[in-house]
């Protein structure tokens, strides 16, 4: 940063979702509890300045040795060793102080860091009270008695993740936990109240989690990792080099995966597939059910020479969705008598897929619909079944680009199997803030769009023929 004029201003609640932990944290604390330097100062300088003949360079000779005094009475030196100004700390709800402050800030010629104090949930008493995360996130609600205006719905797949690790839990003393500053938002609130002594909270670093969580595998531990699967892309060096390279049992289990809703473009889970797929080793899975995502869970947990992954929305369960059968590792959903078109469902998709297979039966087109589990590798399955059908189509809440589509498609040539193949997915594009239903919608990703396409597909090909 150099000389440059910048003001840096750290707002201090004490909080992201969860109290915040760490060096910077406890030295923010520490800065918050010591203001006594700045009143002696201001005490000091009064004093001295109105003493005659020795008080000013009196002043000036005690203000040459100020960082001394003030590594004495608030320790904030880390801040000036890394070139930093120091300014605080003020009152952030006191708009006047604040102004005050940012000008004092600005007339230096240099970095400038305003520590600011506030009050997560300040003004709403319910929200000051809520030890969970101060109303960090909340729904709908009666402002009066802070109960949801819809009645509850399903379980959520964090709710049923949550569980499923209390009961993993009990039985796997080597099951242990790790997130990034998100407990509860991840549900692993019940696995830290059974076991404390078997979960990590490190803090807003994903890059620290991965390798904690390699250094417990090599330890002999299984630990999951449970962050939102946006966050994931900050620690991917991490996957790659120090988790996946050294074949540790690590199991990342990815909240808020795809679209995600009202989250905004920063908060949608659609990278993560991409991203991952290029890791030697590492297998994802997407459960399509409550059922599959704890089968998943736990075959994940059985997996120690490589990393795992688990990734579901943000959304309610659906029904459970029975299998008809299961060729390899893959599930047969739907089988028409003739079928002409395979569609590999991935996770939550399966829904959308089984209503596009009745859209294109009222059509007269017959379909098999499959769910793949786990999704990297390719299961052979998927190649062998693509065989016995005209048309192949991929459908995923992930990129299409570098997704499960483009791997099938990479399996295909590698089999030389000559199947047309059809990806829908999300574009390379941001999505904007708004339900998952109407993003979805928005980007092709429904029953009728995606039927409309296959069939147009189909169409093409027989003029071709």
């Known amino acids: 940063m150099g000389h440059r004029p910048l003001v840096i201003v750290v707002n201090d609640n004490e909080r992201s979702y969860a109290p915040t932990i760490g060096g910077l944290a406890d030295h923010l604390a520490t800065l918050r509890t010591t203001d006594g ?22 002043y000036e000779s005690l203000h040459g040795a100020k960082k001394g005094f003030k590594d004495a009475f608030a320790p904030q030196g880390m801040f000036e060793d890394l070139g930093l ?36 949930g300040r003004g709403y008493r319910p929200a000051l009270e809520d030890e969970a995360d101060h109303f960090h996130t909340v729904g709908a609600m009666d402002p009066l008695t802070c109960e949801p205006v819809a009645p509850p719905g399903a379980p959520s797949w964090t709710s049923v993740f949550g569980d499923e690790m209390v009961r993993i839990g009990a039985e796997r003393p080597d099951v242990v936990a790790i997130t990034a500053a998100m407990l509860q938002p991840v549900g692993l609130g019940k696995f830290a ?21 390699a250094g417990l595998a090599t330890g002999g531990l299984h630990p999951v990792v449970a962050l939102y699967a946006t966050f994931l892309n900050r620690a991917f060096d991490q996957v790659l080099m120090d988790v996946a390279l050294h074949r540790c049992g690590v199991t990342f289990v990815l909240d808020r995966a795809g679209v ?8 949608h889970g659609m990278w993560d597939m991409s991203m991952l797929g290029v890791v030697p080793g590492l297998r994802i899975a997407a459960p399509r059910d409550a059922d599959q995502l704890r089968a998943e869970l736990r075959e994940s947990l059985d997996v120690t020479d490589a990393p795992t992954v688990i990734r579901y929305p943000k959304e309610s369960v659906g029904e459970p969705i029975a299998a008809v059968e299961r060729i ?9 008598p003739q079928p002409v078109v395979l569609l590999v469902a991935v996770g939550v998709m399966a829904t959308v897929c089984l209503e ?59 089999a030389a199997v000559d199947v047309p193949l059809r990806t829908f997915g999300i574009p390379e594009q941001f999505l904007p803030h708004g339900k998952r ?22 169409a093409r090909k027989e003029n071709h023929s």
Do not use: M
């Open 356 to 414: 596009v297979a009745e859209l294109l039966a009222a059509r007269g087109t017959g379909t098999t619909v499959i769910d793949p589990r786990w999704v990297k590798p390719v299961d052979p399955a998927v190649v062998q079944l693509a065989l016995r059908h005209a048309v192949v189509a991929v459908v995923e809440d992930n990129s299409r680009t570098g997704g499960v589509g483009w791997a099938v498609g990479q399996a295909l040539r590698d």
């Open 85 to 120: 100004k120091y300014i605080g700390p003020v009152d952030g709800h006191d708009i006047a102080a604040v102004e005050s402050a940012l000008r004092r800030a600005a007339g230096f010629r240099g970095p400038v860091l305003v520590h600011c104090l506030t009050e997560k």
């Open 260 to 267: 995600t809703g009202v989250d905004g473009a920063s908060h």
């Open 37 to 58: 330097y700045e009143k002696f100062l201001a005490w000091g300088k009064d004093v001295l300045q109105r003493t005659p003949v020795v008080g000013t360079p009196l």
């Open 328 to 336: 390899g590792g893959v599930d047969v959903l739907h089988r028409a």
């Open 437 to 458: 239903g109407e993003l979805l919608a928005d980007i092709g990703l429904t029953p009728a769009e995606i039927a409309g396409r296959i069939s147009a597909a189909l």
């Open 193 to 213: 109240a059974a076991y404390p002594d078997r979960v990590w909270d490190v803090g807003i670093a994903e890059q620290h989690a991965a390798v904690s969580a």
